[in-house]
């Protein structure tokens, strides 16, 4: 069954919402007003033939990661070059008496050699790294195998000249250059530590998690350049080190040539510095516990977490799931577009496809510069096959018109991935038909920067696709719903996503803070993760993520998602994206507060701000009317595109004293807007 128009696929949001809701329901009046349609997009004739996994495959391996997990985690761990075997496979617990979670613990081996060093001889001359420039008219790098183990080894000699050892911690404040992952695996191969900073935060954030993990190096560059804008990344590192006493190196990469002051005896020139060293360097002995990176997670409460992810678990995690997620083939070209400063970066621009042997491609612009062709120019100029990207990029560029697409080809495309946030319906469909021509499986691939890599998700030669649903578990991954008490709710359901038992991949500890970790994780339902994320299981055992579930809001005693509302809102032909949040109300417990962000071409007026509430109310149910309705030119959003909820509601609570730090918003100016202008409710 293929839907033919976008009805049938606002027809299926609206089914989830009356599933995820039918509990809270007393009446079912309003739940006979929907037609119950869901769409559905069974794997097609040539994806199920010639997939590495088709379903019959995908539930036998299933069964057997989760009824053998020893065999089944022995047998796939020799995707990886170990340099001595494990003869331990798992020794994990979720439970306090015996916490602890370690994989392959008495294995050997080095990432770095297993993303470059293995495919020399197979594949020396084949392209690594396809590096895409800011401005489309400057020259892309094409860089081999071979040429970048050499220079891999060399900044990996600069680092040891520099006196880093294993297990220290070095901090790479880096645009989106072939350097960073140059930097990156320098560090995987001498076995210290990276953190890696998004080169957009503030001095002060940087700061903050240069001092919480001790670095006394950090890599960084002259300039960033994203969408024809200089960021002072340089600049920002001076600054940044006036707090930071510890660090006495700084090596500064020249990416645009500005002239940038030096500080004698602390700052040294990438290219200097590289050009003394030799292009030998001897992979450090990993052992498979050992710390690879630090990640900080992106604070929407308190002080940010440095998430902890070691060797041998994480490579097995991030090649196995890029390989059989996005259907990987050696030598294919593939993209993600995902900023190495977050852990999408990490998994699936850097170590996932480099073990894997792929061509990764590499941006350093963004999809609206020059125009909102930028993506699809990119596909065509090098002939992407598989793209992976997020929902918030993609309504930007709905946002925009069909025809930036339609001016480019996308004919190489084969496979599209989506990841981050809950992808509406809308989006979904404009993806699947207009960037994919109807031709590629969508792969929704749920995760955090916690998992290490891929947690649900469609395998596209195995899962027939639910627009919105990130459908099922992939191997090891044993999902539970929770109710709020702890109850275990079997079959369809609605509730707290928690992971029974651990997967190579997972995250070890909190840097400096193992009691935060364990904490923040295992201690709200005992032994089990928790992910924090509120989700639906449908009919036919598919995971519908339907937010945090502190974006989860009561109203009259109906448990709604926020996502469920916007999703509503956004399937507005005038609406480009919203955001919604719950407000106190005197007779429902909680309102609904809406902001919602129109197509560029639309003057929003009161006449469109009746029609939306209506709309919604007509959408959804009265139950889901907005309370208060704001039309916002922007949304406050962190660098990663994710909307910062904990600002709108503080608004929508009236709080406005207290927004807290904006210092990680992309765009600061977009929150005095929000306070100028907010509505009085209706
Ligand atoms: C990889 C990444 C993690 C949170 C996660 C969830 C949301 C990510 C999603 C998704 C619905 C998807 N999330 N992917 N929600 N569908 N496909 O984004 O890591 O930055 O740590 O964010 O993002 O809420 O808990 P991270």
Redesign the pocket.
């Known amino acids: 069954m293929r839907p033919g128009t976008s009805i049938a696929l606002i027809l299926a949001a609206r089914q989830a919402i009356f599933s995820a809701n039918a509990a809270g329901y007393e009446s079912g009046s309003m739940r006979e007003e929907i037609a119950v349609v869901e769409a559905v997009y069974p794997v097609p004739s040539d994806w199920a033939a010639n997939a590495l996994i088709d379903d019959t495959r995908y539930q036998e391996m299933y069964r057997r990661s989760v009824d053998d997990p020893e065999g089944f985690w022995r047998d796939e761990a020799m995707r990886i070059d170990w340099i001595r075997p494990f003869t331990s496979v798992k020794q994990t617990s979720f439970n306090e008496e015996d916490f602890g979670i370690s994989w392959f613990a008495d294995g050997t081996l080095n990432l770095s050699a297993n993303c470059l060093d293995r495919h020399l001889a197979t594949r020396g001359e084949q392209i690594a790294i396809l590096w895409e420039p800011d401005d489309p008219k400057k020259p892309e790098r094409r860089i081999t195998y071979r040429e970048l183990h050499e220079e891999v080894c060399r900044f990996a000699n600069v680092l040891k000249a520099r006196g880093v050892r294993k297990g220290e911690r070095v901090t790479i404040y880096l645009p989106m250059v072939p350097e960073a992952a140059v930097a990156m695996l320098a560090c995987a191969r001498i076995g210290a530590i990276h953190s890696i900073v998004f080169a957009g935060f503030s001095p002060d954030a940087l700061a903050g998690r240069i001092r919480d993990c001790d670095s006394r190096i950090v890599i960084t560059a002259d300039q960033g350049l994203r969408g024809g804008k200089t960021i002072a990344l340089k600049a920002c590192v001076d600054d940044a080190l006036a707090t930071c006493p510890g660090v006495d190196t700084v090596i500064v990469l020249a990416h645009t040539g500005a002239d940038v002051p030096m500080v004698d005896g602390r700052d040294f020139d990438w290219a200097l510095a590289v050009a003394e060293q030799s292009a030998d360097c001897q992979p450090a002995e990993m052992s498979a516990e050992d710390p690879l990176f630090i990640l900080y997670?992106s604070g929407s409460t308190g002080k940010p977490k440095g998430v902890l992810h070691t060797t041998g678990g994480y490579a097995v995690w991030a090649s196995m799931t890029h390989e059989y997620v996005f259907d990987y083939r050696p030598g294919q070209i593939y993209w993600c577009a995902a900023d190495i400063g977050?852990?999408?970066g990490h998994s699936y621009v850097v170590y996932g496809p480099l073990a894997n042997g792929a061509t990764t491609v590499m941006f350093e612009g963004v999809p609206t510069y020059p125009d909102a062709s930028r993506f699809w120019q990119v596909v065509d100029k090098f002939g992407v096959e598989i793209f992976y990207g997020a929902p918030t990029a993609l309504r930007a560029l709905m946002r925009e018109g069909d025809e930036w697409v339609a001016r480019t080809s996308r004919r190489s495309l084969r496979l599209l991935g989506?990841?981050?946030?809950?992808i509406n319906p809308e989006a979904w469909s404009w993806y699947h038909e207009v960037v994919g021509k109807g031709r590629c499986p969508i792969v929704?691939?749920?995760?955090?920067?916690e998992t290490g890599g891929i947690m649900i998700s469609p395998l596209p030669g195995a899962t027939a696709l639910k627009p919105g649903s990130?459908t099922r578990p992939f191997f090891g991954v044993q999902p539970r719903l929770l109710d709020a008490e702890g109850k275990v709710i079997e079959g369809p359901g609605d509730g707290c996503l928690v992971i029974t038992d651990s997967w190579p991949g997972q995250m070890r500890t909190v840097w400096g803070d193992h009691e935060r970790f364990f904490q923040t994780y295992f201690s709200t339902f005992k032994g089990t993760y928790f992910?924090?994320?509120g989700c639906r299981r449908d009919e036919d055992g598919y995971y519908w993520?339907t937010?945090?579930i502190d974006d989860v809001i009561n109203v009259s005693g109906h448990r709604m998602g926020t996502a469920e509302i916007e999703s509503a809102l956004v399937a507005h032909p005038k609406v480009a994206e919203a955001a919604v949040v719950g407000m106190p109300h005197d007779i429902k417990g909680q309102g609904i507060y809406a902001f919602v962000t129109c197509n560029v071409e639309v003057e929003p007026d009161e006449a469109l701000r009746r029609e939306l509430v209506a709309w919604v109310r007509r959408e959804i149910g009265p139950v889901a009317t907005p309370d208060v309705l704001q039309f916002a030119p922007g949304l406050p959003k962190t660098r990663?595109g994710k909307i910062m909820r904990r600002i709108l509601r503080k608004i929508g609570e009236n709080d406005v004293a207290n927004l807290g730090d904006t210092s990680t918003l992309a765009d600061p100016s977009v929150v005095d807007n929000l306070l100028a202008n907010r509505p009085q409710p209706a």
Not at 444 to 449: G, R, S, V
């Open positions: 997670t977050w852990v999408t989506s990841v981050g946030e809950p929704d691939t749920w995760w955090q920067t990130a992910t924090g994320d993520i937010g945090r990663s």
